[in-house]
């Protein structure tokens, strides 16, 4: 089979800027909320900014293009700052994933908008807006579903960390060194996307129809 290279630049053109603003608004939500609750070393990081720059994390965007599932840099957080740092941790967890659910939610209304202006504008002036806020769709949804999974480091581990007894916690948190390690096994076994690929077909397609 030939290589189609402007196929793939097409692709690259309608899916990596959405990419990058989801990856960009996840990390500020961390750190946003973080702030907001008492932990200033995200602001003093200068990571509470939309500059996708400062929170790119290459080999994850390169993880998306080959493998539909990608990450940013995460935001550091340091719960010694927090009055209940357990609560506060789940809360600042949370707001990724949140954010993520938003913009989805954001981009599948003004996809239908754009949709419904076609018989006011060309539509071949409105498809890339469409074709692209679709990406985006899908995208923000495997951002906040990919993360809600309960393995370190992703947030929904810190989720179910603030959720349990303060010694099981500390038990579950031991498993962050080998979490990567974890991912990968589950990844190419089939496992992750057997248990995500149904919920993000499930919700996008309730999203745009």
């Not at 030939?2 to 309608?14: C, E, P, S, V, W």
């Not at 996708?52 to 935001?75: E, S």
């Not at 809600?148 to 603030?162: E, F, R, T």
């Amino acid at each position: 089979m030939d290589f189609d290279f402007n196929a793939l630049m097409r692709q690259l053109i309608i899916q990596v800027p959405p990419l990058l603003f989801a990856l960009t608004v996840h990390e500020l939500a961390h750190g946003y909320v973080a702030w907001r609750l008492g932990d200033p070393t995200a602001k003093n990081l200068g990571r509470l900014t939309l500059n996708p720059l400062k929170h790119l994390d290459p080999l994850g965007v390169l993880a998306f293009i080959i493998m539909k599932i990608g990450w940013a840099k995460p935001v550091p957080v340091n719960p010694r700052y927090f009055r209940q740092p357990q609560r506060d941790m789940l809360l600042v967890a949370l707001a990724g994933p949140a954010a993520n659910v938003v913009l989805a939610v954001a981009s599948a209304a003004l996809a239908h908008l754009f949709v419904a202006l076609r018989f006011v504008v060309p539509f071949f002036i409105l498809q890339p807006l469409v074709a692209m806020l679709a990406a985006s769709v899908w995208i923000n949804i495997m951002l906040a579903v990919f993360n809600c999974i309960p393995i370190p480091p992703l947030d929904g581990s810190k989720v179910l960390m603030g959720l349990l007894p303060p010694d099981a916690a500390r038990g579950y948190a031991k498993l962050e060194p080998f979490g990567f390690i974890i991912l990968l096994v589950l990844f190419y076994t089939g496992a992750i996307g057997w248990v995500i690929m149904p919920i993000i077909r499930f919700s996008n397609t309730l999203l745009l129809g």
